[in-house]
């Protein structure tokens, strides 16, 4: 399997854009969950997604982000408009319900200037 | 509200040498704890998980204890190499089924 692909792997954009960010789990994994990772508040959980329905969104910092998964294979997640402080790593990770490991992409690192 | 701390920040050792990574949280009641790895520009990749009734768990040259009433659990390494330098973090999983992050361990292993 070619695992959790993300894409783009870098984004650099300015200041009010509208930023989306884009997964594909793996195969048969029907959980799927963003990150976001920064020097200074680590790893956090945005949101996550069981059987494509939205379980848990408490991590979405603002309105300004929304995530959508219109089908088990794909997920986005959207910034808009974007601030420099959502400068960060974006991480998508999959699993499938009966096991507890999480699979992770590659991250898209988002530049905001 | 649960949180995850990792000492020391960052190890340098020589090649060769046994050592211990440090994990502590401060709410006993998590479903498990896992241990991750994570390269320089890359995703993070699962090493080892123990679920909340276990005490360790091994792969290889890794072992991870736990021990959920002190909120503690230790990654060791056995005779590390080169090629285990990396940043590896450690999560719990709470009530909610979500992980809760460390802040990492940065380790380099010098040849």
């Known amino acids: 399997d070619a695992g959790v692909i993300q894409s783009p792997r870098h984004e650099v954009t300015e200041m009010g854009q509208e930023v989306t960010l884009r997964c594909k789990p793996i195969?048969?994994?029907?959980?799927l969950f963003w990150y976001r990772q920064t020097m200074m508040r680590g790893l956090e959980l945005l949101i996550y997604?069981?059987?494509?329905?939205?379980?848990?969104d408490s991590g979405m910092p603002e309105d300004r982000f929304s995530a959508k998964m219109p089908n088990a294979s794909f997920s986005t997640l959207k910034i808009q408009p974007s601030e420099p402080r959502d400068s960060a790593v974006y991480f998508c990770?999959?699993?499938?319900?009966?096991?507890?490991?999480?699979?992770f992409g590659p991250g898209t690192r988002l530049t905001v200037l | 509200k649960q949180e995850v701390t990792q000492i020391p920040a960052a190890l340098s050792v020589p090649e060769g040498e046994n050592l211990v990574l440090n994990c502590s949280f401060t709410?006993?009641?998590?479903?498990?704890l896992q241990w991750f790895r994570q390269d320089p520009g890359k995703g993070l990749t699962s090493l080892l998980l123990?679920?909340?009734?276990?005490r360790e768990q091994t792969s290889g040259r890794l072992n991870a204890s736990l021990d959920k009433s002190s909120g503690r659990s230790t990654l060791y390494i056995a005779a590390s190499q080169p090629g285990d330098s990396a940043t590896y973090l450690c999560?719990?999983?709470?009530?909610?089924?979500?992980?809760?992050f460390g802040s990492g361990t940065r380790l380099l292993v010098r040849p």
């Open positions: 990770a999959s699993r499938t319900l009966s096991t507890d490991t999480q699979y």
């Open positions: 195969s048969g994994h029907n959980s």
């Open positions: 997604f069981n059987n494509n329905v939205p379980i848990d």
């Open positions: 709410d006993s009641a998590i479903y498990n």
């Open positions: 123990i679920q909340s009734s276990q």
């Open positions: 999560a719990v999983m709470d009530s909610s089924y979500k992980l809760i």
